[in-house]
C-alpha cells in the first residue's frame, strides 16, 4: 500500500458521538413505529374475533334446537369480554 493511501485511511474517524446517537435513535423510532403498528393490528382482529363470536352465538340460537342457553352465552359473553377488551387496549393511542 502506497504511503498516500495509508495516510488517508489514518485519516477517517468514527463519527462524532451526536451522529451516532441520533442514527440508533432514529432507528428506535422506526422499530416503535413498527412495533405500534402490529399492535394496532392484533387489536383490531382481536375486535373482529369478537364480533364474529357474538354473530356466531346469535345466529346458532336463532336455528339451533338447544334447550339450555345459559352455558353458551356465558361463554361467548367471557370470551366476546376478553377479546373486545384486549383488542381495545392494544389499538389504544
Do not use: C, H, W
Not at 412495533?35 to 369478537?50: K, P
Request: proline share 2%; glycine share 2%.
Amino acid at each position: 500500500m502506497s504511503e498516500r493511501r495509508r495516510k488517508a485511511r489514518a485519516k477517517v474517524q468514527p463519527a462524532p458521538l451526536n451522529i451516532q446517537l441520533a442514527a440508533a435513535e432514529e432507528r428506535s423510532d422506526k422499530s416503535r413505529e413498527v412495533r405500534n403498528a402490529r399492535m394496532d393490528r392484533l387489536g383490531a382482529y382481536l375486535m373482529d374475533v369478537s364480533k364474529y363470536v357474538l354473530t356466531v352465538v346469535m345466529i346458532t340460537s336463532l336455528f339451533s334446537d338447544m334447550t339450555d342457553y345459559t352455558v353458551l352465552f356465558f361463554i361467548s359473553t367471557l370470551l366476546v369480554t376478553i377479546t373486545l377488551a384486549a383488542g381495545l387496549f392494544l389499538t389504544r393511542k
